[in-house]
């Protein structure tokens, strides 16, 4: 028999992410207390027709290749079980999706069940669920949600932002060790191309010698760089040499030959050859035909 001494609930509010999940939990099941069996259930109130798709993903310790080596080159110490799991021992989020494995999935309309789970001593899982578009009302937004445990053990259950905190590291590694402190990238790269776009200004010659007013200014400097943009193409020194040659025919080199005889559409001649008008050219006239299809 399975022991289902154990009833633990989680509740919250359904909030759907940027990757289209609206229920995101993890599981840890804490060391020496053995492996936990039992019944795994989500329901959602205020989504009335609803249809759920959850997954249950075993999270693996990240493997010993990826985890970062000391500072004096040394390998890190083994991982004890059940030791929280550091995002940068990963590696990157490609090599934490590797080490998660699905257990199993489900289906329902506002409620999903997993009938017996089997969740092992001192190791995380995380549960996914997310709203079927296709089927269903489709509704995400304004529910509440109820995670309920029924087994054999405690477990530890919390949202789980792994993968958030592995984007975060990398948005960190974009970071100029010496920018401005306060300042985002998104900031400091705008700022940059002000700056450069205000000095190839001051380095063009001005489209007239009129000072422009100081109300005009960012207009005078948009017309100033279109103009300087528009002669770079025109240039004869353009560094692409196909486009210079193009740009050349097309707009230096006058036309060679002008046609302007308007087009003239005529049946076209029989298969058979024409039988030869009296007094006409004979069938042996290469031309006859072509005189023929224009009534000559």
Sequence with gaps: TLRTDTVLRWSGTVAMNDKGIALRERLTVPPGQGDVTGLLRVAASGLDGA?????????????EETRPRNPD????????PGAPMDPKDYGGRKNWLARCKTVATATGTEVVVFPHVVLCEASKYILYVQVDGQRGSGLA????????LIGSGPVEAGADTMEEDLEELVRNSWVDPYQEPGKTRQEMAKESREKW?????????????????EDDAATE?????AAVAQRNVLS???ANDAIRDFVDLHLRVPPVLDVEDPYVVVLDPPLGAPEAQEGGAPES?????ARWAFGM
């Design 51 to 63: 249809v759920f798709q959850a997954t249950l993903v075993a999270q693996l310790p990240p493997s």
């Design 73 to 80: 080159g040394s390998s890190p110490q083994p991982r004890a």
């Design 141 to 148: 937004e304004g529910g509440e949600w109820l995670l309920e």
């Design 197 to 213: 776009l205000s000095k190839r200004a001051e380095a063009e010659p001005k489209l007239s010698g009129e000072a422009p007013e």
């Design 221 to 225: 400097v948009a017309d100033d760089m």
């Design 236 to 238: 004869q020194a353009h």
């Design 285 to 289: 006239d290469p031309e006859y035909r």
